[in-house]
C-alpha cells in the first residue's frame, strides 16, 4: 500500500504550537480556537506572520517541536509491512526559491532524521493551491490512503476517491464523508491500516 502523510498537523500537532507559541509572540490569548493557521488563530497581519514564522516556526518548531507520540514507531511498523511512505507537505516557506525556502526544506529534513522518521520519498508542495497540488501529488505516486489534517485537501481527496485518516482537530470537526476515516493518535492508524 502507498500511504501520503502530511507534515504539520498530522506529524505534529501543529494546532497546539500555534496556540502556544502565537499566544508567546503576541502577548495574548488567540482569537479563533477553531483556526487553521497563525494568522485567522491570532488575526494578524502577513508582517506579523513573517515574523512569527521565522522567530518560532523555523527557529523553534522546525528543529525542537516533538512528534506526536507514536509516529515514528507506527511509520516503521508500516515500512517493515512493505508499505511505501510518502511525506507530502506543503511546509511553511519551503517552495520559495530563496535562502527562506532552502533553510525551511533543510530544517525538515533534518527534523525527520533526528525523529527517525522513515519514508521512501518527501514531496513539497506550494502553499497556494495546497489542496489541488495535494491531489495531482496523491494520483501520480498512486497514494492510497493519506493521512491529512486540512479541511479542503480532505475533502478533494475524498471526494477524488482516495482514503483519507483525517487527524482530528479543531478546525475540522464538521468535515463528514465517503473516504473520511477520523483518527485522534497515530496507533489507531497502524491498527486501522493493518486490519
Known sequence: MRI?????????????????????????????????????????????????????????????????ESAADVIQKLSGENHEVYIITARMFSCDNNPLGWYSKYMLLNWLKKNNIRYNEIIFCPEKNVSENKLSICKSKNIDIMIEDNVDTTALLSENNIKVFLFDAPYNKNILGNNIFRIDKWDNILNKILS
Open 4 to 68: 501520503g502523510i502530511d507534515v504539520d498537523g498530522v506529524l505534529t500537532d501543529v494546532y497546539d504550537f500555534y496556540k502556544t507559541c502565537g499566544a508567546k509572540c503576541f502577548n495574548r490569548k488567540p482569537d479563533n480556537l477553531n483556526a487553521y493557521t497563525i494568522d485567522t488563530m491570532f488575526n494578524i497581519t502577513k508582517n506579523e506572520k513573517t515574523r512569527f514564522g521565522i522567530k518560532y516556526f523555523l527557529g523553534y518548531y522546525c528543529s525542537k517541536w516533538e512528534p506526536r
